[in-house]
């Protein structure tokens, strides 16, 4: 656009001038003409009138030529002028341009700042709206039935898996490497700290096996013979294990505790009851009363030494009886589950 204008102005400058000169040739013209009527006209007048003639043409020529200068000095400022006001034009455009180009990256950059700040609002609420969305999604399944039964599914499974490993464990490998591996005080000591809590965990995890399975036959099993024995036997079971730790296992610590004093006091009683040698040269005669009421209390804390065994031997052979049947119901309980999961296949 700028080079148009310039281009413009050149044209008009240059059309000026030319009309000047246009001017000047035909003002010259004229005069020749002036020149040729007059000498045409008065032959006799030549002689005289040429030195007129000539003195005009000069005259003329001096005028012309003075007034062609101003008209190049004229044309020359006009360019100069021109060129200036070109160049001024195009340094205030450059800088009305650079103005405006400032201008319009600040708009852009508070635009782009506006249009994230837009997106980045809008994805919060699509988020906040699809979070909550996917929440009431996720609460809807964990009530529906599917959920439920799932849920119920994996209670029975983990709660019988638990218990099962629990017994296989201290009923086959636990207590034949602890007895293996430490004396009988000891032994007893360390069965003492472990039969509690491998009570208590059976007792979870089968009253766990037990919720699970009725929650997730329902109704069958009140109507279905399978699922309803199944249900009873997994009950007898806890009664079984609560049976132990409510009753055969505190009354099994209690005797073997028991047993121990005893044995350490029967020990001490051995150490304090030895005879020093007599002296040289002393005769030494037959048994005495003390030695006699020694060899009559160690008889009696054999008695009891051999009662608290029977006792004991009696309690862990009714325990682990139990212990057994436990673990026999939940065998029958595992072919039972494997019979579903074949079925279901």
Same mark, same amino acid.
């Given at each position: !656009?700028?080079?148009?204008?310039?281009?413009?102005?050149?044209?008009?400058?240059?059309?000026?001038?030319?009309?000047?000169?246009?001017?000047?040739?035909?003002?010259?013209?004229?005069?020749?003409?002036?020149?040729?009527?007059?000498?045409?006209?008065?032959?006799?007048?030549?002689?005289?009138?040429?030195? !007129?003639?000539?003195?005009?043409?000069?005259?003329?020529?001096?005028?012309?030529?003075?007034?062609?200068?101003?008209?190049?000095?004229?044309?020359?400022?006009?360019?100069?002028?021109?060129?200036?006001?070109?160049?001024?034009?195009?340094?205030?455009?450059?800088?009305? !341009?650079?103005?405006? %180009?400032? %201008?319009?990256?600040? %708009?852009?950059?508070?635009?782009?700042?506006?249009?994230?700040?837009?997106?980045?609002?809008?994805?919060?609420?699509?988020?906040?709206?699809?979070?909550?969305?996917?929440?009431?999604?996720?609460?809807?399944?964990?009530?529906?039935?599917?959920?439920?039964?799932?849920?119920?599914?994996?209670?029975?499974?983990?709660?019988?898996?638990?218990?099962?490993?629990?017994?296989?464990?201290?009923?086959?490998?636990?207590?034949?490497?602890?007895?293996?591996?430490?004396?009988?005080?000891?032994?007893?000591?360390?069965?003492?700290?472990?039969?509690?809590?491998?009570?208590?965990?059976?007792?979870?995890?089968?009253?766990?096996?037990?919720?699970?399975?009725?929650?997730?036959? %329902?109704?069958?099993?009140?109507?279905?013979?399978?699922?309803?024995?199944?249900?009873?036997?997994?009950?007898?079971?806890?009664?079984?294990?609560?049976?132990?730790?409510?009753?055969?296992?505190?009354?099994?610590?209690?005797?073997?505790?028991?047993?121990?004093?005893?044995?350490?006091?029967?020990?001490?009683?051995?150490?304090?009851?030895?005879?020093?040698?007599?002296?040289?040269?002393?005769?030494?005669?037959?048994?005495?009363?003390?030695?006699?009421?020694?060899?009559?209390?160690?008889?009696?804390? #054999?008695?009891?030494?051999?009662?608290?065994?029977?006792?004991?031997?009696?309690? #862990?052979?009714?325990?682990?009886?139990?212990?057994?049947?436990?673990? !026999?119901?939940?065998?029958?309980?595992?072919?039972?589950?494997?019979?579903?999961?074949?079925?279901?296949?």
């Amino acid at each position: !656009m700028i080079a148009e204008v310039v281009s413009t102005c050149v044209r008009l400058i240059l059309k000026v001038i030319g009309n000047v000169e246009e001017k000047l040739s035909q003002k010259v013209h004229d005069i020749q003409e002036e020149v040729k009527d007059a000498y045409t006209k008065t032959k006799e007048k030549v002689s005289e009138k040429t030195h !007129m003639v000539q003195e005009g043409v000069k005259e003329a020529v001096e005028k012309a030529k003075h007034a062609a200068k101003p008209t190049c000095d004229l044309r020359k400022t006009i360019v100069e002028d021109v060129a200036g006001n070109i160049s001024k034009i195009e340094a205030a455009s450059r800088e009305q !341009m650079g103005q405006r %180009g400032r %201008g319009e990256r600040q %708009g852009e950059e508070k635009d782009g700042v506006d249009t994230v700040k837009s997106t980045l609002h809008e994805f919060q609420k699509k988020g906040q709206h699809d979070f909550i969305n996917r929440v009431y999604d996720v609460v809807n399944y964990m009530l529906s039935t599917d959920a439920i039964g799932s849920l119920t599914c994996v209670i029975h499974i983990l709660g019988f898996a638990t218990a099962y490993g629990v017994c296989v464990w201290v009923t086959f490998f636990s207590s034949f490497v602890l007895a293996g591996a430490l004396p009988n005080q000891q032994f007893g000591i360390v069965q003492s700290k472990i039969y509690p809590f491998y009570f208590k965990i059976m007792a979870s995890c089968v009253g766990l096996a037990l919720l699970g399975h009725a929650l997730s036959q %329902g109704e069958k099993v009140l109507l279905g013979k399978p699922d309803l024995f199944q249900g009873h036997a997994l009950l007898a079971t806890l009664h079984i294990i609560l049976i132990n730790l409510l009753y055969l296992e505190p009354r099994a610590t209690k005797v073997m505790f028991e047993r121990i004093r005893v044995e350490n006091e029967e020990r001490k009683g051995q150490e304090s009851s030895r005879v020093e040698p007599g002296k040289e040269g002393e005769p030494t005669t037959g048994a005495s009363g003390p030695q006699v009421m020694g060899r009559l209390d160690q008889e009696t804390v #054999n008695n009891q030494i051999l009662e608290l065994n029977e006792m004991l031997k009696k309690l #862990n052979a009714y325990s682990s009886f139990l212990n057994i049947l436990t673990l !026999m119901v939940l065998k029958l309980h595992l072919v039972y589950l494997v019979h579903r999961l074949y079925m279901t296949c």
